[in-house]
């Protein structure tokens, strides 16, 4: 059991190396926020030139229903829903996953929130997000049953840092959460300060 554990807590701390080194960088607080159009998994089209004409957008990426702390940060999103849409703001959360993957995950959490799977990676990369998983720990991953082109349905080995924008109104950037250390999410309190 001790050397399941540490195997685990190595191979986090691998993802959070290799995040650090290949990310993008993320968006800056200021920034316009790319334009980006996508369909939620009932199949409804939306953008975010639409979305922020009706109030600001709480941006969340995150890697996958296999990913426990992003499990839990749905959760946690979930449960303030009625915070957010006190403020008049839309949570849209954006996975590379493909749509069975991203409903597995909307069934673990509970999720009520728009859902968009970016299957061209272009909304990850536009927000610069957007990493490539090295073979070798795509091998300890698969070891432990994380198949991420099962999961993501191609096989470019892509995830994204789970990120947070906050976007307003006027399309600009009012407040970003990137950190490479997957484990480390924005707060709701943070967020809801920023709306």
């Not at 200021?30 to 009706?54: H, I, M, R, W, Y």
């Not at 299957?119 to 049953?145: C, F, Q, W």
């Not at 976007?167 to 707060?187: L, T």
Request: proline share 5%.
């Amino acid at each position: 059991m001790k050397t399941l554990f540490v195997l685990t807590c190595t191979l986090l701390f691998s993802f959070t190396l290799l995040a650090q080194q290949q990310a993008q960088g993320g968006l800056k607080v200021g920034e316009v926020a790319p334009e980006f159009t996508g369909t939620d998994l009932s199949g409804n089209p939306l953008s975010l030139k639409n979305l922020t004409k009706e109030g600001p957008v709480v941006l969340i990426f995150y890697r996958g229903a296999w990913c426990p702390y992003c499990n839990k940060y749905m959760s946690q999103l979930q449960e303030s829903l009625p915070q957010f849409t006190e403020k008049g703001a839309r949570v849209i959360a954006i996975t590379p996953e493909t749509m069975e993957s991203a409903e597995k995950a909307v069934e673990k959490t509970s999720a009520t929130f728009t859902v968009i799977t970016d299957s061209e990676r272009k909304i990850m990369k536009d927000y610069k997000v957007l990493y490539t998983v090295p073979e070798n720990v795509l091998g300890a991953l698969e070891g432990y049953g994380i198949n991420l082109t099962e999961s993501n349905g191609k096989n470019d080995n892509v995830l994204p840092v789970p990120a947070t924008y906050v976007i307003g109104k006027d399309g600009k950037v009012k407040f970003v959460h990137y950190d490479e250390n997957y484990k480390q999410r924005a707060s709701v309190e943070e967020i809801i300060a920023n709306l």
